[in-house]
């Protein structure tokens, strides 16, 4: 998701799609009882989904924060 991110952390989830697509082809949300990669990514508990104001489909993703204020 890094790879996709803009500076405050946050990356559009169909860019990270298109970036896991080419990492691992076979990948697909729905071997994991999910019919979206975005209900995927809600669902796991280790981003920040947000809806974007201008878009209401462009869904946002961000790691979550640590303690330590790092991403986990």
């Given at each position: 998701?890094?790879?996709?991110?803009?500076e405050?952390?946050?990356?559009?989830?169909?860019?990270?799609?298109?970036?896991?697509?080419?990492?691992?082809?076979?990948?697909?949300?729905?071997?994991?009882?999910?019919?979206?990669?975005?209900?995927?990514?809600?669902?796991?508990?280790?981003?920040?989904?947000?809806?974007?104001?201008?878009?209401?489909?462009?869904?946002?993703?961000r790691?979550?924060?640590?303690?330590?204020?790092?991403?986990k």
């Amino acid at each position: 998701m890094i790879a996709t991110a803009d500076e405050d952390g946050r990356a559009n989830l169909s860019q990270v799609g298109g970036h896991l697509a080419k990492q691992a082809p076979d990948f697909d949300a729905r071997n994991y009882g999910f019919p979206r990669l975005s209900d995927l990514v809600g669902a796991s508990g280790l981003v920040d989904v947000e809806r974007a104001a201008d878009n209401p489909k462009a869904v946002l993703v961000r790691l979550k924060r640590t303690s330590a204020g790092n991403p986990k």
